[in-house]
T-cell receptor, first 115, second 112 residues
Framework: GESVGLHLPTLSVQEGDNSIINCAYS??????FIWYKQESGKGPQFIID?????DKRQGQRVTVLLNKTVKHLSLQIAATQPGDSAVYFC??????????????FGQGTRLTINP | EAQVTQNPRYLITVTGKKLTVTCSQN?????MSWYRQDPGLGLRQIYY???????DKGDVPEGYKVSRKEKRNFPLILESPSPNQTSLYFC???????????FGPGTRLTVT
């Protein structure tokens, strides 16, 4: 069935190092791919998105890469900081009838930053 | 401050006792949605609404109702809660074509 999944459920990195969080998806019909960050006790927060016709998009300390050939999405965080500790979700945005939209989320990767 | 609010944040109830979780947004967004978050299953969409009086089912609508009488509010109603509805619930909103959804802080519901 349709799914958006993650390769690794947990990831630990040293403060200051770069982090790479991966995501595999199975449905090619999505028009956007999105990364959300969820800190403990809070709702998901939008980080960055990439349109399906793009390969790379950069934000502030974050880069998202999209490889449609192998249906793979990654989030790179540069110079990780303690505040980056959270669960990261990838999501697909799919258009539905009558202009509706749907977000399909992966299961999440917990990123832990070691001092 | 632009935000989505939910109430209550925590709720413990018993099987069969009707409850409502409120959701309100102050961004004049047309689109609102409810999700439930369960370990190992991620976030799954329950219902969504594209505008006032327009609602539709998501992936897991069974046992839930919603209404959209005003643009800013989108309450989630559990007419007869059951233990399998114990979960963490999130409300979200966005513009109709927007990619970014704004999420509320969550409501942790326990049904005994």
């Amino acid at each position: 069935g349709e799914s958006v999944g993650l390769h690794l459920p947990t990831l630990s990195v040293q403060e200051g190092d770069n982090s790479i969080i991966n995501c595999a998806y199975s449905n090619s019909a999505s028009d956007y791919f999105i990364w959300y960050k969820q800190e403990s006790g809070k709702g998901p927060q939008f980080i960055i998105d990439i349109r399906s016709n793009m390969d790379k998009r950069q934000g502030q300390r974050v880069t998202v890469l999209l490889n449609k050939t192998v249906k793979h999405l990654s989030l790179q965080i540069a110079a990780t900081q303690p505040g980056d500790s959270a669960v990261y979700f990838c999501a697909e945005k799919r258009g539905l009838e009558r202009g509706a939209q749907k977000l399909v989320f992966g299961q999440g990767t917990r990123l832990t930053i070691n001092p | 401050e632009a935000q989505v609010t939910q109430n209550p944040r925590y709720l413990i109830t018993v099987t069969g006792k009707k409850l409502t979780v409120t959701c309100s947004q102050n961004m004049n967004h047309e689109y609102m949605s409810w999700y439930r978050q369960d370990p190992g299953l991620g976030l799954r969409q329950i219902y969504y609404s594209m505008n006032v009086e327009v609602t539709d089912k998501g992936d897991v609508p069974e046992g839930y109702k919603v209404s959209r009488k005003e643009k800013r509010n989108f309450p989630l109603i559990l007419e007869s809660p059951s233990p399998n509805q114990t979960s963490l619930y999130f409300c979200a909103s966005s513009t109709i074509a927007g990619v970014e959804q704004y999420f509320g802080p969550g409501t942790r519901l326990t049904v005994t």
